[in-house]
């Protein structure tokens, strides 16, 4: 993890987050996720994180059966700080910055307002020691070209190149236009080994033709 003034440790996380169920709104720990906030439930939900930790849980809905008033949510997510904040016509804007993953445990009640659920960091403990982790950036980069090039994506390696490494990985997660699926799948290899073969995997797949 960065050293940044406002990063947040292990030992800081609470035992339990307000979670967002944002269909298609995928956090990755040491990415960014801009969000407009409508509805008067997850207005109150951002108030009350500002208030206490700053931290929010993102976790997909299972169903996208948008009847279901509680849809089920997917076992894991990730914890994401509110590094920015703005008031707009009766709207919020604001940016998570990502923390870690974790695994939900159980929903708590909240009187229906807005979600609650205690969760578990334990599992994805690496997520604060991203930049101990080394990788074949050769490989992932030869690989992340071909993949842009046989789908007419106009990304290049150069810029990404220029991230530290810790940070690679998951904005590449991040930024590729993959299913909601395969981002899930990401998301949820707690291993970081596996999280970097999927990754390669999903380039693999989404290609046109196979790299040498």
């Given amino acids: 993890m960065s050293n940044s003034l406002f990063d947040v440790t292990m030992v800081e996380l609470p035992a339990n987050l307000p979670i967002l169920p944002f ?7 040491e990415t960014k996720l801009n ?6 439930r997850y207005i109150r939900l951002v108030f009350n994180a500002l208030a206490a930790s700053r931290l ?18 997917y ?18 804007l604001i940016t998570l910055t ?5 695994n939900v445990i159980k929903e708590i009640d909240h009187n229906g307002i807005y979600r609650d659920a205690c969760i578990d960091f ?8 991203l930049d101990e982790f080394k990788f074949n950036k ?10 842009a090039y046989s789908n007419k994506i106009d990304l290049t390696s150069d810029m990404l190149k220029q991230l530290p490494d810790e940070q690679i990985l998951m904005t590449l997660a991040s930024l590729l236009p993959f299913t909601p699926a395969e981002k899930q799948a990401l998301l949820e290899c707690v291993q970081l080994q596996k999280f970097y073969d999927t990754l390669l995997l999903l380039l ?3 290609s046109n033709g196979r790299i040498n």
Avoid: H, W
């Fill in 23 to 29: 269909s298609g709104a995928f956090l990755f720990p």
């Fill in 35 to 40: 969000l407009r906030i409508y509805e008067m």
């Fill in 56 to 73: 929010i849980g993102m976790v997909q809905p299972i169903q996208q059966d948008m009847a279901m008033k509680v849809p089920t949510l």
């Fill in 75 to 92: 076992k894991t997510g990730c914890a994401g700080r509110i590094s920015g904040f703005t008031e707009s016509n009766d709207t919020l």
């Fill in 98 to 102: 990502g923390i870690s993953r974790f």
């Fill in 122 to 129: 334990a599992p994805f403990a690496a997520d604060f020691s």
């Fill in 138 to 147: 050769k490989e992932l980069f030869a690989r992340l070209d071909f993949y």
């Fill in 204 to 206: 693999e797949m989404n």
